[in-house]
């Protein structure tokens, strides 16, 4: 039986990680700390193990001690990550610091595993063509304009220049479904009437439904090729008016009112959010750094290479996802 590591398992990704790899029959080990939420962690064929990603000896210990009992796992899935802050530092410190520990970690003690895949992000690439509106392609140059998107570059940066370790990188745009909740604050102010929009110009959306991602991530273990970044998306585009559309007619809304903030008001909103979660040391979903997220207007991208490398083909249209994640919450007491 081959044996996986998934790293940030308490997360939204990272419970669809533990369950998929359960399904394919792993033995399955999510990376928790003593905190960590375990509602969607409750399959007793989970195995636990405590990280300590900022005290590399610790962490060598720790891995040390699994390796004398169970030996090393065959796949890691780094899923552990900081998508907002209060402080920026925290975006190197966690997004690059911690996965530079693990790294390390893992060749000190020989439990480099077979595949070793980063959950990475689109935003690395930075803008894409806002004119021609032509997808972000391979071998474009990375050009990542948010505190975010730099960190998670310096990561991918560090697994490139290990030499011979066996990286795989995915670069994922929007995830949605169940218990996922910046989409879910979308689509909960459509249910009330309003549809709040970004900027007058076109804005392209791209999308990957939250199972989709995580069979992209076991077939690219079990069959992509080594040290190489893929991007990860439904292979198309939706306007705002689209996913709007799609929303209402899954929820059964006649009517919404909507609503196209200009790109000043947004940057206001954002600042003053930002401050906000400084006083109140509880991060924002609204800040500076993710003001230039939803500013940029083009998030087309090209994914041939993961369909071809390891037959990526997501069975979910944004339409087939929205439907079932308005289920989920809906059977939650979300909606």
């Known amino acids: 039986m081959k044996s996986i590591l998934i790293t940030g398992a308490g997360g939204f990704i990272g419970g669809f990680l533990v369950e998929e790899a359960l399904k394919r029959g792993y033995d399955t080990w999510a990376a ?14 989970i195995h636990f193990i405590e990280l300590d990603y900022s005290d590399q000896d610790h962490l060598e210990e720790t891995l040390r001690d699994h390796m004398g009992e169970w030996g090393r796992w065959d796949y890691i899935v780094h899923n552990l990550g900081v998508t907002k802050s209060t402080n920026y530092l925290d975006f190197k410190r966690v997004n690059y610091g911690y996965l530079r520990t693990l790294v390390d970690a893992l060749q000190a003690t020989g439990m480099t595993p077979d595949v070793f895949l980063m959950m990475s992000s689109l935003s690395v690439m930075g803008p894409g063509d806002e004119k021609s509106y032509k997808p972000i392609m391979p071998d474009d140059q990375p050009m990542p304009n948010t505190f975010y998107g730099m960190s998670k570059l310096k990561a991918e940066a560090y697994l490139q220049s290990v030499e011979g370790f066996p990286y795989t990188i995915f670069r994922c745009t929007g995830v949605y479904g169940p218990h996922e909740k910046d989409y879910y604050l ?7 009437g309003f549809d709040f929009s970004v900027g007058f110009d076109k804005q392209m959306l791209t999308f990957i439904y939250v199972k989709d991602l995580v069979n992209g991530v076991m077939d690219a273990l079990e069959k992509g090729p080594l040290r190489k970044a893929y991007f990860i998306s439904e292979d198309r585009a939706y306007t705002q008016q689209e996913f709007r559309k799609i929303v209402c007619e899954e929820l059964g809304k006649k009517f919404v009112i909507p609503v196209t903030c200009p790109l000043w008001l947004v940057k206001i909103v954002c600042s003053v959010a930002e401050k906000i979660g400084l006083v109140t040391l509880k991060p924002s979903t609204l800040n500076r750094d993710k003001f230039k997220i939803l500013k940029q ?39």
Do not use: H
């Open 186 to 192: 979308m689509i909960k102010s459509i249910k009330r």
């Open 297 to 335: 207007r083009n998030w087309q991208c090209d994914t041939s290479e993961a369909q071809r490398d390891f037959g990526f083909a997501p069975k979910y249209s944004l339409r087939e996802g929205i439907r079932e994640a308005i289920a989920w919450y809906r059977e939650a007491g979300w909606l």
């Open 32 to 45: 928790v700390r003593e905190s960590t939420n375990r509602e969607f962690l409750q399959d007793e064929r």
